[in-house]
């Protein structure tokens, strides 16, 4: 196991729960009508985004080396 292995592990999970949280919070604003301005597709993309992201983290957390 190499040291570098904890950082990525770390990285990926604060890059994931910052991209649900963006995600979240910036859904939650615009259907208050805070951020009526943002169109649809950024909405979909800070979605995919975080789905992407997701995918990645339990990717890595399967590997066994």
Do not use: C, H, N, Q
């Amino acid at each position: 196991m190499s040291k570098s292995t904890p950082f990525k592990s770390s990285f990926i999970t604060l890059a994931l729960i910052s991209s649900v949280v963006i995600t979240v919070t910036t859904y939650v604003l615009r259907g208050l009508g805070i951020l009526g301005f943002i169109p649809g597709i950024f909405i979909l993309l800070l979605i995919a985004i975080s789905v992407f992201m997701a995918i990645f983290y339990g990717i890595l957390r399967r590997r066994r080396f």
